[in-house]
C-alpha cells in the first residue's frame, strides 16, 4: 500500500474552516474568511482549493488586574 496523502482538499460552495490565502486549481489566489464558502470558478464551475497561507491572528493584549501586579518596595 502506498502512504499517499487522501486528504481531500476543500471544493466550491464549501464552507471556509481556517481563514487565510487559497489557491484554486488554476494557481488564483483568494482570501478567504472562517464562514464565507468557497467560491466557484466562472469557466470551470466546482474547483478545488488549497491552504496556501494561514492568517496572522492578532492577540489582544490585556492587562491583568491590579490586585495580581506584585507591589513595588
Given at each position: 500500500m502506498s502512504k499517499?496523502?487522501?486528504?481531500?482538499?476543500?471544493?466550491s460552495r464549501e464552507k471556509v474552516e481556517v481563514e487565510g490565502v487559497y489557491t484554486d486549481e488554476l494557481g488564483r489566489e483568494n482570501y478567504l474568511q472562517k464562514g464565507e464558502e468557497f467560491p466557484a470558478d466562472l469557466v470551470l464551475?466546482?474547483?478545488?482549493?488549497?491552504?496556501?497561507?494561514?492568517?496572522?491572528?492578532?492577540?489582544?493584549?490585556?492587562?491583568?488586574?491590579?490586585?495580581?501586579?506584585?507591589?513595588?518596595r
Open positions: 499517499e496523502n487522501k486528504d481531500m482538499l476543500p471544493v464551475g466546482e474547483t478545488e482549493w488549497k491552504l496556501t497561507e494561514i492568517a496572522h491572528v492578532n492577540k489582544v493584549e490585556v492587562q491583568p488586574k491590579p490586585s495580581l501586579v506584585p507591589k513595588k
